[in-house]
């Protein structure tokens, strides 16, 4: 148990890195370089942008790689929806959504609006709230990074620019 906690916590370290650098899909790709990536830069000193994490892995992927955005100049905002999401979220920027299920399209929408949203980090596109909010942000020009569980790979983490298969960029 503890050579496979040691493990997962090395896969989360570079994962960690790799999307705070720029939660950008082409750091996969031997031989993409730089300046191949049509997303914003998301380095030190570039224009701050704004982050919405919602539901996430078990673990604290998410609020590491928002802390890393934060030491960036970033921003970094959380919406919770269950107590599993408070778990495993430390810093600033969260809130609870504990409304009616049928409110969290106002909601989700009224959030995106007020904070500037630019983009979205979430754990599958296929859970309902995920996608109100996919659409909201579709309609927005807001960016979607969407991470799934490595399946055929344990303990990775798949990072993908809109959804997973037929809806990934």
Known sequence: PGRRVN??????????????CAIC????????????????????????RQFLFLQGPTNFLFADVANRLR???HTAHRINVCPGDQIFWRGPGAVNFRDRWRLWPDFIEAFLDKH??????????????????????????ITVTVTDFGYIRPDWVIVELNGMNADSL
């Open 116 to 141: 500037s949203i630019t983009d979205i980090v979430l754990l599958g596109e296929q859970r309902d709230l995920h996608r109100v909010a996919i659409a909201a942000a579709k309609a927005r020009n």
């Open 25 to 48: 899909w082409p750091w996969f790709v031997p031989g993409f370089h730089k300046a191949n990536c049509t997303r914003p830069d998301m380095t030190a000193g570039s224009h701050p």
């Open 71 to 73: 030491e960036r100049g």
């Open 7 to 20: 493990k997962l916590r090395r896969c989360i370290d570079k994962a960690e890195s790799l999307f705070a």
